[in-house]
């Protein structure tokens, strides 16, 4: 009480913001990667089961209209983040090796928090591009996550199928040894070191497209690595390393409000689950990591629970993109699929334009404050940064974002009547019920992954609300509404309109 009397007195001598601290809520966000609308199984349309994720979703809002900025993680991961529409940032790409795309002077979410006192921390899957020259691993890697607003990073750069494959805490290589400085090269293959091209002899896992340079732990990478030998991950025992290191981090900091941000590796490949889930599912190693995937998510949770840190915690889980099976190694995730559906009734997938590409599972949970909910509002990650800035008092926002604080949190209000969805580099428009994608050169499908693009030469418009699968095309027989829907998405993309023009007169 005396300490608090202090700390109000200090705070009302410098206008600060702390004396309300401890009354603030902690916010958990738990991001999956690559995974589908109908992985879990509280959204009724997949056959795999997630008991963790579902106890929490039945708890909590589970939103049906859940939307990932973009079709594919940086971009998605980009918006999130700051708030802003990737297709804004030319660099919001998928990143192999880049240099960090959000501008160090950008607002980001743990920046607004840390204004309001908030500790903020990330571990797990960065793939938001480190440094701005080539990157040294062998020094202080810099800017990247604590540049743009976390105290605390445990991070892989890029994803379990890029080199390096090392942890990176706070800018630093996790057990780098000085004497085996560690190389990266995406380019050629200088090290004259075994490849999945040259060496398939040594391999565990093969891989069917990409994937073919660099082997570790039997698994080929996209990328050459030379070095680094006792500072790389060990594959099977990443998701545990991330739990830990998260559970870490909330011990650390659990006094003080926090912001985690907790970026599982799963579903993507290369999927190696630890030892304790292979065969858990049935459906392959795909399936496993889901299920380890949601093994952790109830340890975590367990882990607030115990430390009475639950009721003052939001939690929310969602995904980076849609659902993708084979996405470059031959890993059983076509073959032992079954009946399960990782997109549930949604056509497409990663990549896509199509309502898989970046419809997701999207949940938000506050014990004691949000009651159990299915929502059919539409909400995006974009919106966070808004919401959490309106939650915590502070008045800043990004002008993409929506607030949408009392849909997550409070079980009221109104979702978005719009947005511009993404999926590598292309955009399309959803208004209410309808979407409309306009045409696109390129391949229909992407025949690696087996995933329809959205590409096509006409305008395609689809009503949601009876076409929930977008098998009907109603360009044609509705042309004042897809009028409508091109002039709107013109306007809020603006200048973006004429590269859409340029492409579609190609
Ligand atoms: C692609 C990879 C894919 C995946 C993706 C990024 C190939 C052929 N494909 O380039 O396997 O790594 O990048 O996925 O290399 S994401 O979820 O991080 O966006
Ligand atoms: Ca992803």
Known sequence: MKHNLFALLLCSLFSCNTSIDEKKPNIIVIYADDLGYGDVSSYGVGTLETPNIDKIANNGVRFTNGYASS???????????????????????????????IDTLEMTIPKMLKTKGYETGIVGKWHLGLGNTKIDYNKKISPGPNEVGFDHSFIMADTQDRVPTVYIENGYVVNLDPNDPIEVNFKNDDYGLPSGTKNPELLTMKWHHGHNKAIVNGVPRIGYMKGGEKA??????????????????????????????????????????????????????RGDVIKEADWCIGELYNHLEENNLLENTIIIISSD??????????????????????????RGGKYSLFEAGTRVPFITYWKGKTKPQVSDEIVTQIDF???????????????????????????EGDG???????????????????????????PAKNYNVDIE????????????????????????????KL???I????????????????????
């Open 453 to 480: 693009l959205g590409n096509s030469k006409e305008y395609l418009l689809f009503n949601l609300e009876s076409d929930l699968s977008q098998q009907n095309n109603l360009a044609n027989s509705n042309p004042e």
């Open 232 to 285: 790389k991950w060990s594959d099977i025992d990443m998701a545990d390393k991330f739990l830990d290191e998260a559970k870490k981090y909330i011990d650390k900091v659990k006094d003080k409000p926090f912001f985690l941000f907790y970026t599982l590796q799963q579903p993507h490949v290369p999927r190696t689950p630890h030892p304790r889930f292979v065969g858990s599912s049935g459906m392959g190693p």
């Open 71 to 101: 079709a594919t993680c940086s971009p998605s991961r980009y918006a999130l983040l700051t708030g802003t529409y990737p297709w804004r940032n030319k660099r919001a790409k998928i990143l192999t090796g880049a240099n960090l795309i």
């Open 483 to 485: 009028q409508e829907m």
């Open 487 to 506: 002039s709107r998405y013109q306007e809020i993309i603006g200048k973006e309109s004429s590269k859409v023009e340029q492409l579609i007169l190609e």
């Open 385 to 411: 940064l808004n919401s959490f800035s309106t939650l915590v008092g502070s008045d800043i926002n990004s002008s993409d974002g929506v607030d949408l604080s009392d849909v997550f949190f409070n079980n």
């Open 321 to 346: 993109n849609g659902p993708v099976l084979n996405d470059g190694y031959y890993d059983d995730a076509v073959e032992k699929l079954g009946d399960h559906t990782p997109a549930g009734k949604l």
């Open 416 to 442: 978005r009547d719009e947005f511009v969805l993404e999926a590598t580099t292309r955009t399309a428009f959803r208004s209410g019920n309808w979407v409309m994608i306009p045409p696109y050169p390129g």
